[in-house]
């Protein structure tokens, strides 16, 4: 390890990524071969700067591109994690595949889906209606 490396706080990175601290406790839990931060005194958590770079990725991958976290553990499973957050729009565009479900776009035929599920709601809800209107 160098001296000079520099550690983030829970706190600092928590602000740094604009995520709830028990948020980066979450994935320390679904991510650890990705996410292990180094423990100090008293138990407090501190980031390595490759750990923070590994977190923006892994934030971007779930919020701006729609993965779950399934998918992501199958990128760092298979070792395909992006090393920088730009890389993730290289690699996936827009929208990325979701890897963790049969390697299908999350919102791949949801519309037609939607609309089935929306008409059979309906049709529940009418015949709801109709048992209480007896």
């Known amino acids: 390890m160098n001296n000079n490396e520099y ?4 706190n600092d990175v928590s602000k740094q ?9 979450y994935w320390e839990k679904q991510f650890p071969v990705a996410i ?3 423990t100090g005194a008293g138990g407090r958590r501190y980031y390595r700067a490759e750990t923070v770079d590994r977190l923006v990725v892994i934030k971007d991958l779930l919020y701006k591109h ?5 998918g992501v553990k199958k990128l760092i499973r298979d070792g395909n994690l992006p090393a920088r957050a730009g890389d993730a ?3 996936f565009g827009e ?3 979701d890897v963790g479900h049969g390697a299908t776009p999350r919102d791949a035929g949801t519309d037609t889906a939607r609309r ?3 008409e059979r709601a309906i049709a529940l809800l009418d015949q709801a209606l109709s048992t209480l209107n007896g």
């Open 36 to 38: 292990r931060p180094t």
């Open 89 to 91: 729009m290289d690699q």
């Open 66 to 70: 729609g993965m779950t976290i399934a």
């Open 17 to 25: 990524l604009d995520v709830p601290a028990h948020t980066l406790r």
């Open 116 to 118: 089935v599920d929306i």
């Open 95 to 97: 929208r990325p595949r």
């Open 7 to 10: 550690f983030s706080s829970i």
